[in-house]
């Protein structure tokens, strides 16, 4: 059997280097990989957890997808859909939610961080996490792409095909495993995990001066610039690191400690790595805005060869639980 690989990203706002790090440079290395099937999309269901606007949803899943394709998904390679599009995945999402004891997804991080950031505590952003079970499970999926938070709900989606399963007595739902990227953890410009909703993000379409601002503006401490710094406590570093080689890494750590330069030097060094590393997806998306049609094509053909997929499991899910 070849090995399923699938992950999604939310429509929620503006990819960041802290999706591309943690996630979306994965999923495009894993096409790579010999005898893999790759299931990428945009979790445009669960965004409406967070927005409440359509043409918001609309703007942000075109964007997704163009960000996508420009970083180098290959549609030929990899089936990339909206999660919209294969709707079996709420049916599945329900029958899981009914052998789920609600006690597992009290115990979910992510619900209880995004509420404590002032989330309305709705029903859909609780059941967030057994719909994402259902996007795995419905592919039978073997691996799931992810950054770090998201391991929680993949351990969460393993507790849940394994309640169904026995359940029903069968072993049709398949346990998929997470996988990190080797910087599943980035911090943002203030030093906590950048996401799209704190404020802190770094993101893909920045560039010019937007970009020097908010690279400008990343934390660090107040140590003169003479004296010696600590590089591995510090936030320009850690992502100076995600772009540099083993070599430019140990020339700059060593500039650290040895004092004399301050922290807007490195800043700079960290905006120019950013400049040329996505200046070839940046040349790509603008071409990509400019053909509308192309992106839809892709969405159109993925989604139907995803939606084959999802039908056959519902087929069997159906005849297994009793509805056929
Ligand atoms: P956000 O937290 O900004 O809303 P998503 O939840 O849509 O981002 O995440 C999409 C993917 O990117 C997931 O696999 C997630 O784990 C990964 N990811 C998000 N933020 C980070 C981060 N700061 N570091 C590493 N991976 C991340
Ligand atoms: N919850 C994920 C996130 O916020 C997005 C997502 C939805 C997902 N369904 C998924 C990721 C299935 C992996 C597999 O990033």
């Not at 069968?170 to 990227?181: A, C, F, I, Y």
């Amino acid at each position: 059997m070849p090995v399923r690989i699938l992950s999604g990203v939310q429509a929620s706002g503006k990819l960041h280097l802290g999706n591309y790090f943690g996630a979306i440079k994965q999923h495009i290395e894993l096409q790579e990989r010999e005898g893999a099937e790759l299931f990428y999309f945009i979790a445009d269901f669960h965004a409406l957890t967070t927005i409440h606007d359509a043409k918001t949803l609309r703007a942000n899943v075109r964007d997704a997808a163009i960000d996508y394709l420009a970083l180098g998904l290959d549609p030929k390679r990899s089936t990339f859909f909206r999660q919209s599009d294969v709707p079996e995945v709420t049916e599945l999402a329900w029958m899981l939610s009914s052998t789920t004891g609600k006690g597992l997804l009290d115990r979910a991080h992510s619900y209880k961080d995004k509420v404590a950031k002032g989330l309305d505590a709705s029903l859909g952003l609780f059941y967030y996490p057994a719909l994402m079970a259902a996007d795995i499970l419905v592919f039978r999926a073997n691996l799931v792409p992810v950054g770090q938070d998201q391991v929680q709900h993949i351990e969460m989606t393993q507790d849940m095909a394994q309640s169904w399963n026995h359940a029903y007595k069968t072993d049709w739902l398949v346990r998929p495993e997470p996988r990190l990227s080797s910087t599943p953890r980035v911090v943002g410009t203030d030093g906590e995990k950048m996401s799209k909703s704190y404020n802190n993000a770094i993101e893909l379409q920045m560039e010019g001066k937007p970009l020097k601002k908010v690279v400008m503006s990343i934390k660090t401490d107040s140590t003169p610039v003479e004296d010696p710094k600590n590089p591995d406590t510090c936030n320009v570093f850690a992502l100076y690191s995600l772009f540099a080689t083993t070599g430019e890494r140990e020339a700059m750590a060593a500039r650290y400690r040895a004092g004399g330069m301050g922290y807007g030097e490195s800043k700079l060094a960290l905006l120019e790595k950013i400049e040329t590393y996505f200046a070839a997806y940046r040349a790509r998306r603008a071409e990509l805005v400019a053909s509308p049609a192309e992106v839809d094509e892709v969405l159109r053909d993925g989604a139907e060869r995803a939606r084959k997929v999802a039908q056959a499991t519902m087929a069997e899910a159906r005849r297994l639980v009793g509805l056929r």
